[in-house]
């Protein structure tokens, strides 16, 4: 028997450019595009007249963007959701994810360039369109965001066993390459300052702490956007703990002043928590 079943078209390429004269504005997103509704006879019967192909999903992306300007991806995300449920009536719920890669302009003799971009990444912002046939919800994030911080940082008085190596620090290191999920009150939203507004918080939040463990500045950094942004309802923080471990340089029969490490891409501690109104 079948139990559970959805189909879409993963990694839709979409690249905007919007013409002003001689200064272009470019959007980079990537689309997916998940369908879950009455199909079960594509399954068990092959039967695929009710089957919207996901070719038509990716040609979808392509004609809606050329019927409007593409800004916030969220508004995107709700107007491909709102043609797929209007437009298939076997259709339960439709899930819209959208990936934005960031392209800044090049500055040429202190001036930004027109038409000329370079890639600003590896951070990117996301946003996650969910809607049905009686209500949408929107949610957004970031991810890949490279943060780090060289003071304010301790880890001590943790529990200890007859394998535990580490010793306390009072002052590390503390780096992160920071993915937020948060979903909004309502689809009533200026994406774009609210996104901002989060990102805003959430790294002020990381610098100005006084952590004592990535636990500790990861919940002051949930708390600081549920205080400020009020469209806010939810926020998911995952942080990974890369690791810069002190050269012992001692060995060189030089002093350690704990400013020589390397940095450590595995292991990594992986921290993780939602906070909620």
Same mark, same amino acid.
């Given at each position: 028997?079948? &139990?559970?079943?959805?189909?879409?078209k993963?990694?839709?390429r979409?690249?905007?450019?919007?013409?002003h004269?001689?200064r272009?504005?470019?959007?980079d997103?990537?689309?997916?595009?998940r369908?879950?509704g009455?199909?079960?006879?594509?399954y068990?019967?092959?039967?695929?007249s009710? !089957?919207?192909p996901?070719?038509?999903?990716?040609?979808?992306?392509?004609? +809606?963007?050329?019927?409007?300007? !593409?800004?916030?991806p969220?508004?995107f995300?709700?107007?491909? &959701?709102?043609?797929?449920?209007?437009?298939?009536?076997?259709?339960r719920? !439709?899930?819209?994810d959208l990936t934005e890669?960031?392209?800044?302009?090049?500055?040429?003799?202190?001036r930004?360039?027109g038409?000329?971009?370079?890639r600003?990444?590896?951070e990117?912002r996301?946003a996650?369109v969910?809607?049905?046939r009686?209500r949408?919800?929107?949610?957004?994030g970031?991810?890949?965001?490279?943060?780090?911080?060289s *003071?304010?940082?301790?880890?001590?008085?943790?529990l200890?066993d007859?394998?535990?190596?580490l010793?306390d620090t009072?002052?590390?290191i503390?780096?992160? *390459?920071?993915t937020?999920?948060?979903k909004?009150l309502s689809?009533?939203?200026d994406f774009?300052?609210?996104w901002?507004?989060?990102?805003?918080a959430?790294?002020e939040?990381?610098?100005?702490h006084?952590?004592?463990s990535v636990q500790?500045? +990861?919940y002051?950094?949930?708390?600081a !956007?549920?205080?400020?942004?009020?469209?806010?309802?939810a926020?998911r923080?995952? +942080?990974?703990?890369?690791h810069?471990?002190?050269?012992d340089?001692?060995?060189?029969?030089?002093?350690n002043?704990n400013?020589?490490f390397?940095?450590t891409?595995?292991p990594?501690g992986?921290?993780e928590?939602?906070?909620v109104?």
């Amino acid at each position: 028997m079948l &139990a559970d079943s959805a189909y879409g078209k993963s990694r839709v390429r979409l690249v905007t450019v919007s013409r002003h004269g001689d200064r272009h504005d470019v959007r980079d997103l990537t689309v997916a595009i998940r369908f879950r509704g009455e199909y079960d006879e594509s399954y068990t019967e092959g039967d695929n007249s009710a !089957v919207l192909p996901t070719d038509t999903m990716k040609n979808t992306v392509y004609a +809606m963007a050329g019927q409007q300007t !593409v800004r916030d991806p969220e508004t995107f995300g709700l107007a491909l &959701a709102r043609r797929f449920i209007d437009r298939n009536p076997r259709l339960r719920d !439709v899930r819209i994810d959208l990936t934005e890669q960031p392209w800044g302009r090049i500055p040429i003799g202190g001036r930004e360039h027109g038409q000329a971009f370079l890639r600003t990444g590896p951070e990117v912002r996301t946003a996650t369109v969910r809607s049905d046939r009686e209500r949408q919800t929107v949610g957004a994030g970031v991810k890949h965001l490279l943060i780090l911080k060289s *003071s304010k940082s301790a880890f001590t008085g943790f529990l200890r066993d007859e394998y535990t190596t580490l010793p306390d620090t009072r002052d590390r290191i503390l780096a992160t *390459s920071l993915t937020a999920t948060w979903k909004y009150l309502s689809h009533d939203v200026d994406f774009g300052p609210s996104w901002q507004a989060v990102r805003r918080a959430l790294v002020e939040a990381f610098a100005e702490h006084d952590s004592q463990s990535v636990q500790h500045t +990861m919940y002051a950094m949930g708390q600081a !956007v549920l205080d400020s942004a009020a469209d806010v309802t939810a926020i998911r923080l995952i +942080m990974p703990n890369k690791h810069h471990l002190p050269v012992d340089l001692t060995r060189f029969g030089l002093a350690n002043r704990n400013e020589i490490f390397v940095a450590t891409d595995e292991p990594y501690g992986l921290i993780e928590a939602t906070l909620v109104r």
